[in-house]
């Protein structure tokens, strides 16, 4: 079986991705820091296909247990990075974007991602593994209140470009999946009616085709991936 590691997998794109990769027969190790939210996208897949560890990417620790979780199920064949946070909600203009606040959506959303890919490459490398690191439109667009979360996105993008051309052995991707209704979009956009955005499931066939195919390394959007 080949062997995943799917961070933010409680809810959301991450737990569509897992039910749609367990379903393929694949090995999981996922994780979420709602450790209730998790146990139940956990109780959705077969029990032998997943270990579920619940903790918040940023801890050293934690991410040591998903990567040793993986090795011990024969190693790590696909590394997504999709764990994330939006940071303040109601989203601030920069002038009033709290520091504290900064620092830790680009801990969660650059620092841990490359931390859990500098762990997990020698197993990656040796199975001729695949990192799909999960971006935005907002990495590369200039949305007026995005700039905290926008630009913790193109830094993630930039880091996995320049990973691309570092690793031979590895295929890097990051992919945009496009607007879904999740309860990071919710946050994005309090009070709002988002139920005209399509749900997270939309999006997983663009990531399956990442994984099933022969892509090149480098920058997709989900919607162009499973066009017409």
Do not use: C
């Amino acid at each position: 079986m080949p062997v995943a590691i799917v961070t933010g997998a409680s809810k959301g794109l991450g737990r569509a991705l897992a039910r749609s990769l367990a379903d393929r027969g694949w090995s999981l190790v996922i994780d979420g820091r709602d450790p209730a939210a998790l146990a139940q996208a956990a109780a959705e897949l077969p029990p032998e296909a997943v270990v579920a560890i619940a903790g918040d990417v940023t801890d050293p620790a934690h991410r040591a247990a998903l990567v040793e979780a993986a090795e011990r199920r024969g190693g790590i064949d696909l590394l997504v990075n999709n764990a994330s946070t939006l940071g303040a909600s109601p989203l601030p203009r920069l002038d009033a974007l709290p520091l504290d606040t900064y620092r830790h959506t680009l801990e969660v959303n650059v620092v841990a991602p490359l931390a859990l890919i500098q762990l997990a490459l020698p197993s990656l490398r040796a199975r001729g593994g695949r990192i799909i690191d999960i971006t935005s439109d907002a990495g590369v667009e200039g949305y007026e209140t995005w700039g905290g979360y926008g630009s913790s996105k193109a830094a993630l993008e930039q880091l996995s470009n320049v990973l691309r051309a570092e690793e031979n052995d590895v295929r890097v991707y990051w992919l945009d999946p496009g607007d879904m209704r999740t309860e990071m979009h919710q946050d994005a956009f309090p009070g709002d009616d988002i139920s005209d955005r399509p749900p997270p499931e939309e999006s997983v066939p663009g990531l399956l085709d990442l994984i099933d195919g022969d892509r090149p390394s480098g920058r997709y959007a989900a919607k162009e991936l499973v066009a017409p």
